[in-house]
């Protein structure tokens, strides 16, 4: 099966920073990656897939991009709604999510 | 508006059987792939399998840890999926989602419910 890792594992950021968090694959998943955002206590959210399509909805601050086994997650500029967790996934079967990235306040 | 709701989770004894439902509403669900996704607590997120459409075949395809163990089934009539656990194991403790896979991976969740292993 394909893992996944991501990194960092927790970053510390400011209210305007722009924010990078990278996953990689173990073997390629050409675009088949999709991220997604977890606030506590709430079920997650997609934000990307095919590694840089925006899902509806979501803002524009957020983008993706990478293929093969590489992929970043960025925010142009962190909003306060943004402090969150955040799972990147290959979804070629079967599915496999990485550990996450915590985003908290510096 | 696309509405997921699970049920069946609860206390259950290692080795034991669990059988969990999501019922969908909003969108034509015999369209539509559905998948497990499970989360432990304090931990990260783990997908359990998902379930193609019958018109894709109705296949259900799974995570190595649940393989042989889980099914994952639908009933198109009820727009219900299901999740029956067998041989539960101490580790199976976790939060479980549905999530619809309309062309992209889980872009609508359940609120979970919640399967405790325990003895």
């Known amino acids: 099966d394909i893992q996944m890792t991501q990194s960092p594992s927790t970053l510390s950021a400011s209210v305007g920073d722009r924010v990078t968090i990278t996953c990689r694959a173990s073997?390629?998943?050409?675009?088949?990656l999709a991220w997604f955002q977890q606030k506590p206590g709430k079920a997650p959210k997609l934000l990307i897939y095919k590694a840089s399509t925006l899902e509806s909805g979501v803002p524009s601050r957020f983008s993706g991009s990478g293929s093969g086994t590489e992929f970043t997650l960025t925010i142009s500029s962190l909003q306060p709604d943004d402090f969150a967790t955040y799972y990147c996934q290959q979804y070629n079967s079967p599915f496999t999510f990485g550990p996450g990235t915590k985003v908290d306040f510096k | 508006e696309v509405q997921l709701v699970e049920s069946g989770g609860g206390l259950v004894k290692p080795g034991g059987s669990l059988r969990l439902s999501c019922a969908a509403s909003?969108?034509?669900?015999?369209?539509?792939?559905m998948s497990w996704v499970r989360q432990a607590p304090g931990k990260g997120l783990e997908w359990v399998g998902r379930?193609?459409?019958?018109?894709?075949?109705?296949?259900?395809e799974y995570a190595a840890p649940v393989k042989g163990r889980f099914i994952i089934s639908r009933d198109d009539s009820k727009n219900t999926l299901y999740l029956q656990m067998n041989s539960l194991k101490t580790e199976d403790t976790a939060l479980y989602y549905c999530?619809?896979?309309?062309?992209?991976?889980?872009?609508?969740w359940g609120q979970g419910t919640l399967v405790t292993v325990s003895s």
């Open positions: 999530t619809t896979d309309r062309y992209k991976p889980s872009d609508c």
């Open positions: 073997q390629s998943v050409s675009s088949w």
């Open positions: 379930i193609k459409s019958k018109t894709n075949g109705g296949i259900a």
């Open positions: 909003g969108f034509t669900f015999s369209d539509v792939w």
